[in-house]
């Protein structure tokens, strides 16, 4: 089954129990078990794959337990989109399994990640713009001067971005070309969001991003000490983590 929801990108329950020639109980649990694991998302109508393969590759150093905690945190930022938001995403390991929790829902994305871009390519409920410029090959993510003039063209009511860092003077990444690219999406952004778990809390890296209260909302995980969520609502920043889900309801995917 993941083998054959993985080359159409998109199955519908009747044709995967036609193909597999087992009942829709079997087909069902199967589904859940790949959901579980990240590899397919459910929709009304269907899956879509959203795991495994290069995308992923990207990422593989990453501990399992890094990815529950990012996937935690991506859940709770999820949560803050409605159907038919347009948003931007940029390429972090955060905002990809963002991305993952996002696969059939009616929205218009914008993302300089290709790993992100190649999520929603075979999504019939998403409209999809890719920026261009040079791709910068560990990240697979597209930064620059032609990047940013495409970004000063658009408009988005949420950017989600991955930083590698946050001290007290702000918000870090590691590479000169994506600071300025991110700042070009701030710029096209009603709201900016950082998605970060709280082991980026403390340190700093190359090039800063902007200060603490320029930034609109931070999701992050529960781990988060109460010295950090102090700074952040001094600053005037939403904080956002999964314990607050209790109070939300999930946008459901369209048909």
């Known amino acids: 089954m993941r083998e054959l929801i993985r080359s159409q990108g998109f199955a519908s329950i009747p044709?995967?129990?036609?193909?597999?020639d087992v009942s829709e109980s079997t087909i069902r649990r199967d589904l859940d078990?790949?959901?579980?694991?990240?590899?397919?998302?459910?929709?009304?109508?269907?899956?879509?794959?959203?795991?495994?393969?290069?995308?992923l590759q990207l990422f593989e150093n990453r501990r399992a337990g890094d990815w529950d905690s990012k996937r935690q945190v991506a859940k709770a930022a999820a949560r803050l989109i409605d159907n038919h938001d347009t948003l931007l995403l940029d390429?972090?390991?955060?905002t990809y399994e963002?991305?993952?929790q996002l696969v059939g829902r009616p929205l218009q994305i914008v993302t300089n990640s290709l790993p992100v871009a190649n999520l929603f390519a075979a999504s019939d409920q998403a409209d999809l713009v890719l920026l261009g410029g040079y791709v910068h090959s560990r990240t697979a993510v597209s930064l620059g001067?032609?990047?940013?003039?495409?970004?000063?063209?658009?408009?988005?009511?949420?950017a989600f971005l991955s930083i590698a860092g946050v001290d007290a003077r702000g918000y870090y990444n590691s590479n000169l070309l994506l600071v300025e690219t991110e700042r070009a999406m701030m710029g096209c952004a009603d709201q900016t969001i950082v998605v970060a778990d709280s082991s980026k809390f403390g340190k700093s890296s190359l090039a800063r991003l902007c200060t603490l209260d320029q930034v609109h909302t931070v999701v992050t995980d529960e781990h988060l000490n109460g010295l950090w969520r102090e700074r952040l609502t001094s600053a005037g920043v939403e904080l956002v983590t999964p314990g607050d889900e209790s109070d939300a309801t999930e946008p459901e995917c369209e048909t």
């Open 15 to 20: 044709d995967l129990r036609s193909a597999l």
């Open 33 to 55: 078990a790949l959901v579980a694991e990240g590899e397919a998302q459910r929709t009304h109508g269907g899956v879509f794959y959203t795991g495994g393969g290069a995308s």
């Open 91 to 94: 390429g972090g390991s955060t």
């Open 98 to 100: 963002l991305a993952r």
């Open 145 to 158: 001067p032609y990047a940013n003039q495409m970004l000063a063209t658009l408009n988005v009511q949420k």
